[in-house]
């Protein structure tokens, strides 16, 4: 019954439910349309809807038993909202595989955002079907995913290194033509959250001296470098080797 195959937020929640405990320790009052009343497990939940021998006639009551149950306020309001997560992510999972193969953004962080949306729908107090929910919570990581791969040029950085510059510096040394860059590249590694900053600014502007005087007093010297393909422009980085930015 796992849904995602990576370390991911879905995939921690499937781990969850796949201890017998947990899926039995629930038990969800599903009332059918023209039927008694029933209760079930979550895992019961589960394959009433995904599994092979899946009644459509309970689908729709299993989620309004779901939703119900998540938007309690007594002491087990969590499990029911992970119940939640863990029977609408089979209908997520795939939005964020395209998300990925289209916009290369990372699984885990659209997940995240997901789960996010689906929380903070069930606290609206608004009575939202599962559909709704569902629809929210795509947009949000469409729009996560968009807004990753904007770049925005900023000159706030540029002109906070101007002001903290000595008073013997020369104004006329810096090259207003020359602007500055600032890019974050992204790792891979997913204990933690780690970004390498990159600065080109003109070796005679007031910045580059103003980053000179703080390599100096962090003592990370060696971090200023000469960018080989810029010209004369060079780097502070976080004392890795400059990194060729991937534009996406």
């Known amino acids: 019954m796992s849904v995602a195959t990576t370390s991911s937020m879905f995939n921690a929640v499937a781990r969850h439910f796949e201890d017998p405990r947990a ?14 009343p029933v209760l079930l497990t979550a895992a019961q ?5 995904y599994g092979p021998t899946s009644d459509p006639a309970l689908a729709a009551p299993v989620w309004r038993a779901a939703l119900h149950a998540a938007r309690s306020t007594d002491a087990s309001a969590e499990q029911w ?3 939640l997560i863990w029977l609408a992510s089979p209908r997520l999972a795939g939005t964020v595989t395209r998300i990925c193969r289209r916009l290369r953004a990372d699984r885990a962080d659209l997940e995240a955002e997901m789960v996010l949306s689906l929380l903070e729908g069930l606290q609206t107090g608004e009575d939202r079907s599962v559909d709704d929910l569902l629809r929210a919570a795509r947009t949000r990581a469409w729009n996560h995913a968009r807004a990753g791969i904007r770049e925005t040029t900023s000159a706030a950085l540029e002109h906070l290194a101007d002001d903290v510059a000595t008073p013997d510096d020369d104004p006329h040394e810096s ?3 020359q602007s500055l860059r600032m890019e974050v590249t992204r790792y ?18 007031p910045g580059y001296q103003a980053l000179s005087a ?3 007093t962090t003592g990370q010297r060696g971090c200023l470098r ?8 060079r780097h502070l980085t976080s004392g890795r080797s ?4 991937v534009r996406r």
């Open 23 to 36: 899926t039995e320790a629930l038990h969800l009052s599903v009332r059918p349309d023209d039927r008694a």
């Open 45 to 49: 939940a589960w394959e009433a809807l």
């Open 81 to 83: 909202q992970l119940l």
């Open 175 to 177: 090259d207003p033509a």
């Open 188 to 205: 891979g590694q997913t204990d933690g959250l780690r970004a390498e900053l990159r600065f080109t600014i003109s070796p005679g502007s």
């Open 214 to 216: 703080l390599e100096e």
């Open 226 to 233: 000469q960018a080989q393909d810029a010209g004369r422009r």
């Open 242 to 245: 400059p990194r060729k930015a």
